[in-house]
């Protein structure tokens, strides 16, 4: 069955870096728009990047310049780059994955995984 297994959350103060990665199984990965959305409490749903099939992303505009997407197709596995991160970025971050055209909204809607915890203080 399809999995997507996200990692790489935690705690870390203003301006600093992490790197989210989502580990992706049981369907073929090369054939999907990746990517990433967040939500904080008490907040609508936000797509932060996105990746399409040939690698071509896109961002929100408000991580542009700040968090990159990336895939290795080799390990079936999804990451986003996060550097200096605002409290502004603390949320819940989704690995997700659609069919259709790639784009942010269009990854907020699709499958998702269990997601992990960044927390920007």
């Known amino acids: 069955h399809v999995q997507l297994v996200e990692s790489g959350g935690g705690s870390v103060q203003a301006g600093g870096s992490l790197r989210l990665s989502c580990a992706a199984s049981?369907?073929?990965?090369?054939?999907?728009?990746m990517g990433w959305f967040r939500q904080a409490p008490g907040k609508e749903r936000e797509g932060v990047a996105a990746?399409?099939?040939?690698?071509?992303?896109s961002y929100a505009d408000s991580v542009k310049g700040r968090f990159t997407i990336s895939k290795d197709n080799a390990k079936n596995t999804l990451y986003l780059q996060m550097n200096s991160l605002k409290p502004e970025d603390t949320a819940m971050y989704y690995c997700?994955?659609?069919?259709?055209?790639?784009?942010?909204?269009?990854?907020?809607?699709?499958?998702r995984g269990q997601g992990t915890q960044v927390t920007v203080s």
């Open positions: 990746i399409d099939r040939d690698g071509t992303a």
């Open positions: 049981g369907y073929t990965y090369r054939g999907y728009c």
């Open positions: 997700a994955r659609s069919g259709g055209y790639c784009s942010l909204l269009n990854v907020v809607f699709g499958y």
